[in-house]
């Protein structure tokens, strides 16, 4: 296929006398004339990105899943035992019982921000490696998709690890029931990485993340029912709880591990696609104004 | 066909117009080099020229393909290496290539048969397993131009593919692209340095201030836009000496302490010279580098 006849353009001279070793070696290409056949159809082009950020992960899988599921799983279990014992039942189970969807929804949040923003962040701006992407025939679109399905990923994981807890120690009511979580887990994975995408679109450095995490997690984690239920707030901040996105993950959460339907799940789902569509779509406009203006 | 045509290119920043109706097209199989000083808008024409970011006004095609919206297409036959090091340090030599490749949407096998080929062409055989981190700034750059040949390329981009390099490593790398040109490939290359200018492009853009102001291969710019013979003065008594010297050389420029007389007797100016005590001179033919300080001035650009 690949004849010098192919490859013959304006200067012949130039190339009649080709040679050098990497000329040979590279007999064996496809007809240079025609482009690679595109076997990334567009619904999967972000696929690249997402295999080239799991093959890091895998090397350093050993210290990130540790960091990623020691922290929540000491606090659910260190509150739900020793604090549990002076609360008794809350809502009707015991006291871990109720935070292991808390702490579920909790830990699937962390892990997605924090890939979307320190992890996403030096792989933007410190490694350059989104640079390096775009130079080859993906768009920013693919490189977000492929960032936000990844952060995504790595938050079901987080999530999964919190579940298998969850079974192994028996907080649940109906194993049927618990299944629904997965698909919560991945709807609260996508709201995350899609808010932490949006930050990471205009962090000037790390220490950014901190407003992010003091002005926004932080206070959130603590109004959105984690360690207790709402309706314990004052009605006021109560009714702003109902504005952040973790306490929709934990409405959606809570009643499956409990045993019943939630009260509102269409509500809570719109919200949450909402806050993740928002996210991702504002933080893709603000990257494009970033790096390619 | 022409690999890179670009026609009336506009772009501006806050009212700075960065690239100024610049028009160049790269005749295939040959190095076409931009030469600028910093600032003079050889990085934006690249990114226009790549289709990564949007012109204000003109026209480009790469590799026939009408951009913007055909970017993503056209890249898939273009290597882009940039200015700055993106390799991706946790993974090894052979892992960034991998990775790369699929983003071209190579098949696994089909990468893995060009990897030995690649690497033996950047020097790099037996680091196919080393980690980046481990690599010299002159390796990383020679992974750098593997990577940017993984898809087999018809036209190779180079930012400043030498800058911040050691005289040897920069000599590897210029090694690796006359292969290239050789192969016939079609380069495009900025640089700021006269002598990567000199010997690796057979045309060259002078470009400043967003417009291309000379174009031409290098030796017939010197020919062309300078006298043949640079006398350089200095010492004391210079300033006595100046008005002697517009007398006796075509054009005088005054650079820092040195005095630079462009003429094509050089004899009565060195004959001149010989008899002045304090004053210190050197002869040399004109080159790039003159053509380039004449036709953009000798003011520092920052």
């Known amino acids: ?293 | 066909m022409p690999p890179l045509e670009l026609k009336g290119l506009s772009k501006r920043y806050g009212g700075v117009a960065v690239v100024d109706d610049l028009s160049l097209t790269i005749a295939p199989g040959r190095c076409h080099g931009l030469l600028g000083p910093n600032g003079a808008g050889k990085t934006t024409t690249l990114r226009l020229a790549l289709g990564l970011i949007e012109a204000d006004a003109g026209e480009i095609r790469l590799l026939g393909h009408p951009l913007p919206h055909a970017a993503a297409t056209a890249r898939r036959r273009v290597g882009v290496v940039p200015q700055t090091d993106s390799l991706d340090p946790d993974f090894t030599v052979r892992e960034n290539l991998l990775a790369y490749a699929r983003y071209f949407g190579l098949r696994r096998r089909e990468a893995e048969s060009r990897i030995p080929a690649l690497l033996e062409f950047a020097g790099l055989a037996g680091k196919a397993d080393a980690k980046v981190p481990t690599l010299s700034g002159g390796m990383k750059r020679r992974l750098t131009l593997a990577r940017a040949l993984i898809n087999d390329p018809e036209l190779i981009v180079l930012d400043e593919p030498t800058t911040g390099l050691d005289p040897q490593a920069r000599h590897l790398v210029w090694q690796g692209l006359r292969r290239l040109i050789h192969q016939g490939k079609t380069l495009l290359l900025t640089t700021h340095f006269m002598d990567e200018a000199e010997r690796l492009c057979d045309r060259i853009s002078i470009i400043d201030r967003g417009r291309i102001i000379a174009e031409d291969s290098p030796r017939a710019l010197v020919t062309r836009h300078i006298e043949p013979h640079v006398v350089e003065v200095y010492g004391e008594g210079l300033a006595q000496w100046e008005g002697c010297a517009s007398s006796l050389c075509r054009r005088c420029e005054h650079a820092g302490e040195t005095l630079f007389c462009y003429t094509d007797d050089p004899k009565a100016v060195t004959d001149a010279l010989d008899g002045q005590e304090g004053l210190r001179y050197l002869h040399r033919p004109a080159n790039l580098e003159d053509v380039f300080l004449k036709l953009t001035g000798r003011d520092l650009r920052e």
């Open chain 1, 1 to 293: 296929m690949r004849g010098e006849g192919v490859r013959q353009t304006a200067s012949g001279e130039k190339r009649a006398d080709g040679g050098g070793g990497w000329a040979q070696a590279g007999a064996s290409h496809p007809d240079p004339s025609h482009a690679p056949p595109d076997r990334l159809s567009p619904s999967l082009r972000w696929l690249p990105v997402w295999q080239r950020n799991f093959q890091v992960w895998k090397k350093l899988a050993g210290p990130s899943i540790l960091g990623n599921l020691a922290d929540p799983l000491l606090y659910m279990l260190g509150l739900g035992y020793g604090l549990g014992r002076f609360l008794g039942e809350v809502q009707g189970v015991p006291y871990l019982t109720f935070l292991a969807a808390g702490t579920l929804a909790y830990s699937v949040m962390n892990s997605a921000t924090f890939e979307t923003l320190y992890s996403a962040f030096s792989r933007m701006h410190v490694q350059k490696t989104w640079e390096a992407i775009l130079n080859t025939p993906l768009t920013l679109t693919d490189v977000l998709l492929g960032e936000w399905l990844w952060a995504t990923s790595k938050s079901l994981l987080s999530g999964l690890a919190i579940l298998l807890v969850i079974w192994a120690l028996g907080l649940y009511a109906d194993f049927a029931m618990t299944l629904w979580l997965l698909p919560v887990i991945v709807l609260t994975g996508l709201t995350f990485a899609g808010l932490g995408l949006m930050l990471n679109a205009v962090a000037p450095n790390y220490d950014f993340f901190l407003y992010y995490f003091t002005l926004f997690i932080t206070p959130m984690v603590l109004l959105s029912g984690v360690f207790y239920p709402t309706d314990a707030l004052p009605g006021w901040l109560a009714a702003a709880a109902q504005g952040l996105p973790l306490t929709h993950a934990i409405a959606l959460a809570r009643p499956l591990v409990l045993g019943h339907w939630p009260e509102a799940p269409l509500l809570n789902v719109l919200v949450l696609l909402a806050f993740a569509l928002t996210g991702f779509l504002i933080g893709l406009a603000l990257t494009r104004r970033r790096l390619l203006r």
